[in-house]
């Protein structure tokens, strides 16, 4: 299902002159990961219009200080960082529409959009347009919210974005707005 620009600033206001630069760039993601129907469609703009802030942050805000939690620690090892106070918590934090997270997490993107490691490399490049689409297209098929979106079952889809609920009513909020402008007869 593609979507025009009309229907992505329905939804997400927000994104203002960012939406036409996102639009090539989801529809050809859309495709690739058969985000294929209004249900998909729909609560994959919701929760990436959240992570995204409505396609303004394709790179996690937060100072060294509030990344350092990806550096070091129990969640630093569960992304595949390093336990070394070595930077890689910065380096490796969320980037993309939905915010891939950690070398583990850019690893297997990496090698799904590219066949090699070149995310690890240039970790930036989920900052452009295309690739932070393909990577959220990515993130979104390969952890079965595809299915999820079929069933409506988007709190489930919320905790395994986002390891819980976090921001849940905006998301909320979004996934109405999508729905209304997508899903009807």
């Known amino acids: 299902m593609l979507i025009t620009l009309t229907q992505l600033l329905q939804v997400m206001p927000g994104a203002r002159l960012r939406a036409g630069i996102f639009l090539t760039a989801l529809n050809a993601a859309f495709l690739r990961y058969q985000i294929d129907n209004p249900k998909r469609t729909a609560a994959f703009l919701a929760q990436v219009g959240h992570e995204s802030g409505e396609l303004r942050y394709v790179r996690e805000l937060g100072s060294d200080a509030y990344l350092s939690k990806y550096d070091t620690g129990a969640l630093a090892a ?72 079929d069933r409506d079952q988007f709190n489930t889809i919320t905790r395994r974005i986002n390891g819980g609920l976090n921001g849940l009513d905006d998301r909320l909020r979004l996934w109405a707005r999508a729905k209304a402008v997508l899903c009807t007869g």
């Open 78 to 149: 569960r992304l595949g960082n390093t336990p070394d106070a070595d930077g890689d918590g910065q380096q490796y934090r969320g980037r993309g529409l939905i915010q891939i997270t950690g070398r583990h997490n850019y690893l297997a993107c990496s090698q799904a959009l590219f066949g090699d490691d070149r995310l690890l490399r240039e970790p930036m490049l989920l900052e452009q347009p295309q690739w932070a689409a393909e990577s959220a297209a990515w993130f979104w098929q390969s952890n079965g919210l595809n299915e999820l979106a």
